[in-house]
């Protein structure tokens, strides 16, 4: 790959509750990765490059112990 260009838009919302709970996130992550066209080669889309990701995220502390969790959805 000689030239490659990325742009994307990522989202995020962050709940804490005011005493005890898990802390969770949701995130989504929108990507239009291309790899450019050059000599003989035509625009085309990056391998391994998902278009869309949504996490969720969760975690757990109680004093000096946190147990967390995460849960990914990739399309293309």
Same mark, same amino acid.
């Given at each position: 790959?000689?030239?490659? *260009? #990325?742009?994307? $838009? @990522? $989202?995020?919302?962050? %709940? ?9 996130? #949701?995130?989504?992550?929108? $990507?239009?990765?291309?790899? #450019? ?6 625009? *085309?889309?990056?391998?391994? *490059?998902? *278009?869309? $990701? #949504?996490?969720?995220? %969760? @975690?757990?502390?109680?004093? %000096?112990?946190?147990?967390?969790? @995460? ?6």
């Amino acid at each position: 790959m000689t030239r490659a *260009r #990325l742009v994307g $838009l @990522d $989202l995020a919302v962050t %709940a804490t509750p005011p005493v005890g709970g898990p802390h969770t996130t #949701l995130s989504y992550t929108f $990507l239009h990765a291309r790899e #450019l066209a050059h000599d003989t080669v035509p625009e *085309r889309p990056l391998a391994f *490059r998902p *278009r869309h $990701l #949504l996490t969720l995220s %969760a @975690d757990y502390q109680r004093g %000096a112990i946190g147990v967390g969790g @995460d849960f990914r959805y990739t399309a293309a």
